[in-house]
């Protein structure tokens, strides 16, 4: 009989030995804690994701201004502002497929480079824009770079970390993207939508000139042959002090058994096919949990609910919880666990969503619109439900369930899927299958932007919200059945783990 994809706990079952024992990697692990360069690297190249995280929120103030302009060549209707919130995630799902190309065929130094090209050259067409088709265009090709880094980053990341601090380290992705989102909507409070596309430009130059000066992959130039580079790069990363020869020829063996790409009949294989269905599923639930049209039109959302304060100060507001969230992950990952912190993400994700969803549907609504940015006009609405202005301490539900559900995603569903990404997916297949799962990831994030705004017309706002929350128990169930605890477990281990379904082979 098939062994389960997760096995439970005990002397009979045991998904990883618990306690590897005593050996010159350890030694190894102990020196990465006290060498501060691959916390450098790791900086250098998680400033793409900060330029993800500012790109992908980058609507959230810029559509009500737009909806607001008075020139004809810039307003936006509310078909051209559903175009310009949800292009990103096209562009995002085209990186995400170049990735599986560049990924294995530049390294993933250079893809996360080369991201810069777009990324510089988008903000560009957006800080000058004078028409609909430049808004557009560069929105596409910072979601281009978007989806490129999304695919690339964690993979370097979880290649050049140490398993004790991997948890962390996997976790800054996701917080360098929280903390872009962050600053956008603080900037947004101060500076006129083109000089936010301007500020754009600054984090992509750091990270040109910051990841110069990193290595690469050593498992990158092991799978190239580049033996004697990859050896400086791991010695470079772990410090000069620390003998590596064992984390490298472990490496090195990995390596060696996977040196040709995987083909599509062994792509069939279970130890192939099967990290490969759980990292692709957890992504696409990801996604479905609704986070990219939350993002995306936070402050629409806002103003079409009756809210206590501004808009704008709630966006703010909801990114500042959000990136707190984020850090609270990073630090308790590698304690508590990945699966701990899943369960508890989707569990504060659905009571978040299903309470968004019941305010909006019992709730008060505004008077009249905060702005033209609202997200239902008076003939889309229930005109059933009584119309309040927004006072009392009723209509601070959407801003507190709104932190709920950021909090939640943030601390759980956000980081862990990037990081169990790179975790689970065979050597051989990384770069492909990291590219194949932002794909799919993003072509699901554009179809829910993209229909968010028509199904809110036709149902009602409070309808995406119960069927995210719906989503959100899908989750629970998939993390107790399919998702393998990979805390301070090896890359090789955990490949191993589903190639044999039990026990790792570093005992």
């Known amino acids: 009989m098939q062994e389960p994809l997760l096995g439970a706990e005990g002397p009979d079952y045991d998904t990883f030995p618990e306690k590897p024992p005593p050996s010159p990697?350890?030694?190894?692990?102990?020196?990465?804690?006290?060498?501060?360069?691959?916390?450098?690297?790791t900086f250098a190249a998680v400033l793409g994701n900060f330029s993800f995280g500012y790109a992908l929120v980058y609507t959230s103030p810029v559509i009500p201004a737009l909806e607001r302009s008075l020139d004809p060549d810039l307003h936006l209707t509310k078909s051209q502002a559903s175009w310009f919130g949800s292009v990103f995630t096209l562009g995002a799902a085209a990186g995400g497929l170049s990735a599986m190309i560049l990924n294995d065929l530049l390294g993933r130094k250079l893809s996360i480079m080369f991201s810069a090209v777009p990324s510089a050259a988008g903000y560009a067409?957006?800080?000058?824009?004078?028409?609909?088709?430049?808004?557009?265009?560069?929105?596409?090709?910072?979601?281009?770079?978007?989806?490129?880094t999304a695919a690339c980053i964690p993979v370097y990341v979880s290649e050049i970390a140490p398993p004790g601090v991997r948890g962390a380290l996997g976790a800054t992705p996701?917080?360098?993207a929280v903390f872009g989102s962050l600053s956008l909507y603080a900037l947004g409070l101060l500076l006129p939508w083109r000089w936010l596309a301007v500020a754009g430009e600054a984090p992509v130059l750091i990270m040109i000139l910051l990841l110069s000066f990193m290595p690469n992959s050593p498992r990158f130039l092991l799978s190239r042959g580049r033996d004697e580079e990859a050896l400086q790069a791991l010695a470079w990363l772990r410090g000069t002090d620390v003998d590596v020869h064992w984390e490298f020829e472990q490496i090195q063996d990995n390596v060696r058994r996977q040196s040709s790409r995987v083909s599509w009949a062994e792509a069939r294989a279970p130890h192939v096919c099967r990290p490969i269905t759980v990292a692709l599923l957890m992504r696409l639930l990801q996604q479905l949990t609704g986070i990219t049209p939350i993002l995306v039109y936070l402050q629409s959302i806002f103003d079409s609910t009756a809210v206590l304060l501004p808009p704008k100060d709630d966006a703010a507001i909801v990114g500042a919880v959000r990136l707190l969230s984020v850090l609270i992950a990073a630090l308790t990952m590698d304690l508590a666990g990945r699966k701990v912190l899943l369960f508890v993400s989707a569990a504060i994700m659905f009571a978040a969503n299903l309470t968004l969803g019941l305010y909006i549907h019992f709730g008060p609504r505004p008077l009249s619109p905060n702005s033209t940015a609202g997200l239902e006009s008076e003939s889309w609405g229930d005109l059933a439900q009584p119309l309040a202005a927004p006072a009392g301490y009723l209509t601070l539900v959407p801003l507190l369930a709104t932190m709920l559900f950021i909090m939640g995603y943030a601390m759980g569903w956000g980081p862990i899927t990037w990081l169990l990404m790179s975790e689970v997916l065979p050597l051989r297949a990384r770069g492909v299958a990291s590219g194949l799962c932002v794909l799919a990831s993003w072509l699901t994030a554009f179809v829910l932007t993209k229909s968010f705004l028509p199904v809110v017309s036709t149902f009602g706002l409070q309808v995406p919200f119960f069927f995210f929350a719906a989503i959100c128990l899908v989750s629970l169930v998939f993390t107790g059945c399919c998702v393998p605890e990979t805390k301070g477990r090896s890359l090789e281990q955990i490949e191993s783990f589903f190639r044999t379904g039990r026990r790792s082979f570093l005992r």
């Open 25 to 41: 990697g350890d030694r190894a692990r102990v020196g990465t804690l006290q060498n501060k360069r691959v916390f450098l690297a």
């Open 125 to 148: 067409l957006m800080a000058g824009a004078h028409g609909l088709w430049m808004l557009l265009l560069g929105r596409t090709l910072t979601g281009f770079a978007g989806g490129l």
């Open 174 to 176: 996701q917080l360098m």
